[in-house]
């Protein structure tokens, strides 16, 4: 992270995490580390790009990654060499343990995309999630705790993301309000 956040307005939150796994360069061949709990539109946005989703399970307490399974699964279910991102979910507005995960990316060169559509508003150690990583991503859609019906923003706190994103954008289609 090297630069101010960027806000990015799309259709979905997950649009914006498919536009953030892009502005990645998350290709065929890719791992991708998520949580073992999370919702269906995750893995698609990993599986549409070609990689590969890789599930590290969970904490009984919070849901969220089980930071201890993280480097326990370096070779069995994960390889430095393929793995290039980490989805981190604050489940139910529970913030993921964010220090561990960052200490973690940077050992392995990890792009962490966070998973903030239920956590609007959360902090971890007085700092709002969607800020620690290198993107977060959010959703307004009917379950959230702020919700337009429809609707989701991408955050990017990398000028690097920010400028693949950017080049990117124009491939998107704005939804038929028809």
């Not at 966070?114 to 508003?121: M, R």
């Not at 994103?165 to 704005?174: C, F, H, M, P, T």
Request: charged share 20%; net charge neutral.
């Amino acid at each position: 992270m090297n630069s101010s956040p960027k806000t990015y307005t799309f259709f979905k939150a997950r649009v914006a995490l498919h536009a953030i796994l892009r502005a990645a360069g998350i290709g065929s061949g890719d791992q991708v580390l998520l949580p073992g709990y999370t919702c269906v539109v995750v893995p698609n946005a990993i599986n549409y790009l070609g990689a590969e989703p890789v599930y590290i399970d969970i904490e009984k307490t919070t849901y969220n990654m089980d930071c201890d399974l993280l480097e326990a699964g370096i070779g069995s279910t994960w390889t430095p060499e393929k793995a290039k991102a980490i989805i981190v979910q604050h489940t139910y507005g529970i913030p993921c343990d964010m220090d561990r995960i960052l200490v973690f990316a940077k050992k392995h060169n990890l792009f962490v995309i966070e998973d903030s559509c239920h956590a609007l508003g959360s902090t971890w150690r007085g700092k709002q999630v969607g800020s620690f990583g290198d993107a977060a991503f959010f959703s307004s859609q009917w379950s959230k705790p702020i919700t337009t019906g429809l609707g989701g923003w991408a955050q990017i706190n990398s000028s690097e993301l920010q400028n693949n994103l950017d080049a990117i954008l124009r491939e998107y289609k704005r939804p038929k309000l028809s």
